[in-house]
């Protein structure tokens, strides 16, 4: 009788703790499925930065042409408009270095001193001053220029270091802060306030050293907060917009793996042999993305470790991350809190999420053949 009962009490907790498991990996199931493609036919490479629902549009930019592009999901060229040059219509000889729709069907580009707003058919409708000692150039737009709107408004987050980081090109103190340059743009009044310090527990504010090639961030506005991660956080930080911007929130980041560097003194040569650690070894934080009601995607390099670096590199062919695909991974947030699966980071450059749970994700050239095309793949995130 005791043997019976032994072994109904152990298929019990057997089916207990089957059916927690399957609850469990149904909770945490995510994958990222393809679920289309185009390409755009160019001469030169096509960098689209943003995608407007109402229009059914992408905004993208030609490399060397210099022209805007409106596209159609499928890949073709609605219009093409050329805004470079001198002129009161024109944005000089700068290349954007954020490009996105704005408010009202306003197209919005940012360059290195200016904030320029047109109309649909690219009538300049405003020309907003941008403090910054950071003349950047770019030969194509590196992301989208973020706003939120107070009291039906634009508000505008700006600066170079909203893209790159201040230490790429000020090798001092005020470089060491990349978030000195990161502010806050007041169009009816033209005021810039820089809004985010580091946190006193962060990376950057136990060192006076810096950690060349990974002191950027990544953020994107949702619900009256401003959603930021730095490239060696292991957390995500939550601002109250409405707050003046206080720290509200953090999410912990539970990477899988994480290789880490030590950061070097202000004015290290870049020829410094310690630098390549930094800047192609280290564990990096790359892009955070909202999909829509509180789900996040988190893009990370792993790092890799000399030894691993060293197979991967050689004069004929350098290092380069997208050598070790396997170590690119994403990490999905729900609500505020991670899924504990990775997901495999897919092939090419993960650029924005749009319509829904969708990425743009752009494919890598050929090294070989010189192509008159651009390839984009779409993906979708979706519960297993």
């Known amino acids: 009788m005791r043997n019976i009962n032994l ?6 907790l057997l089916a207990c703790s089957q059916k927690n498991s399957e609850s469990l990996e149904e909770s945490m199931g995510y994958q990222l499925v393809k679920t289309d493609s185009f390409q755009v036919d160019n001469l030169t490479r096509v960098q689209i930065t943003d995608y407007n629902e109402a229009e059914n549009i992408f905004l993208g930019y030609s490399e060397a042409e210099n022209d805007i592009l409106e596209i159609s999901p499928k890949g073709e060229i609605l219009k093409r408009v050329n805004r470079r040059g001198d002129g009161p ?7 954007p270095l954020g490009m996105s729709f704005g408010p009202n069907g306003e197209r919005i580009f940012q360059l290195p001193f200016q904030l320029l707003s047109y109309d649909k058919d690219y009538n300049q409708i405003s020309n907003l001053r941008i403090q910054s000692p950071l003349p950047v150039r770019a030969n194509i737009p590196l992301g989208q220029t973020a706003y939120f709107l ?22 001092n103190e005020e470089g060491r802060d990349t978030l000195q340059n990161f502010s806050l743009l007041n169009p009816e009044s033209g005021d810039m306030k820089s809004i985010i310090p ?34 060696l956080a292991d957390e995500i930080l939550v601002y109250d917009i409405n707050d003046n911007f206080a720290l509200k929130r953090t999410v912990p980041i539970n990477h899988s793996t994480f290789e880490k560097y030590n950061p070097l003194p202000i004015g290290t040569g870049m020829d410094d042999p310690k630098m390549k650690e930094l800047n192609f070894m280290s564990g990096k934080n790359e892009k955070l993305l909202s999909l829509g009601n509180q789900l996040w995607i988190l893009s990370y390099f792993q790092g890799v470790t000399p030894a691993l670096y060293e197979a991967n590199n ?3 062919s350098p290092f380069s991350s997208k050598k070790v695909k396997e170590k690119q991974k994403l990490l999905v947030f729900e609500k505020g809190k991670q899924i504990p699966a990775e997901i495999q980071s897919p092939r090419g450059n993960i650029l924005f999420a749009f319509n829904g749970n969708h990425i743009l994700v752009s494919e890598e050239p050929s090294e070989e053949t010189e192509e008159e095309f651009t390839r984009y793949s779409v993906y979708e995130l979706v519960k297993r």
């Open 89 to 95: 219509n024109n944005m000089g000889n700068w290349t």
């Open 7 to 12: 072994i109904l009490a152990l298929c019990l």
């Open 314 to 316: 050689s004069e004929d």
């Open 198 to 231: 580091y946190e006193q527990e962060s990376y950057y504010k136990k060192t006076e050293a810096i950690y060349y090639g990974r002191m950027g961030k990544s953020f994107f506005v949702e619900d009256n907060e401003l959603i930021v991660v730095h490239n």
């Open 150 to 171: 107070e009291d039906g408004k634009p508000r505008y987050l700006v600066g170079p270091t909203t893209f790159l980081s201040a230490h790429l090109l000020i090798y």
